[in-house]
């Protein structure tokens, strides 16, 4: 797993830097991503996710592949085919600039939850989410790991199955299916709940 994260952080750090947005002209051209994720990007629908706060980089990553079909998001191609390189920098610069709101861990779950987040499961070999996501959940923004601090649980949860099952299929070599592959239900219910805990 170590030769995966150090692979995947050296291939992300060899990637070109994404087009700088402008937040304010990203403004409105979010107008129409409020009604889904909130007019600053906190989203209220626990199935749609917070991008409020999040890294451009990985906003300007998900939109793309998105448009381009390499992340199926139904829902989402309506809004993205329309897209330029520009309005998706501006979009990414604008949500990226937004506060991040947070939520709450459900209490019986926190312990479960923090042990996966902060310690992984050696005995699967599921490491720490603090070693891409950082111990605030707040990512890493030079190499593109995404925020997950606050996140619904609800979203966390679909995603990590979304994984689990390859039905997700855009992160960088396999990381993420690799690792939801190796954890259990009740763990990655856990950790969602522990993530939107965060602050």
């Keep these: 797993m170590k030769k995966v994260l150090i692979s995947l952080i050296i291939s992300v750090g060899l990637m070109s830097a994404a087009q700088a947005g402008d937040a304010v002209a990203g403004k409105s051209k979010a107008a129409t991503c409020g009604a889904c ?37 139904p829902e989402m191609m309506g809004f993205v085919l329309g897209l330029s390189e520009t309005d998706i920098a501006d979009i990414a610069a604008y949500y990226s600039s937004q506060p991040a709101g947070g939520g709450a861990a459900d209490p019986a779950l926190v312990e479960a939850g923090k042990r996966i987040f902060l310690g992984g499961n050696e005995a699967t070999g599921v490491p720490a989410c603090i070693a891409c996501h950082s111990a605030d959940g707040k990512g890493m923004e030079a190499a593109g790991f995404p925020r997950i601090a606050g996140q619904h649980a609800a979203y966390t949860e679909k995603q990590l199955k979304d994984f689990y099952s390859a039905k997700r299929t855009n992160d960088a070599s396999n990381v993420m299916r690799d690792i939801a592959s190796r954890m259990h239900m009740d763990e990655i219910k856990a950790v969602s709940s522990y993530i939107q805990g965060l602050k």
Excluded: C, M, W
């Excluded at 007019?39 to 706060?53: H, Y």
């Design 37 to 73: 994720h909130g007019a600053d990007g906190n989203s209220l629908a626990p199935n749609f996710p917070k991008i409020a706060g999040q890294g451009e980089r990985y906003l300007v990553k998900q939109i793309t592949e998105i448009k381009n079909g390499d992340r199926q998001v």
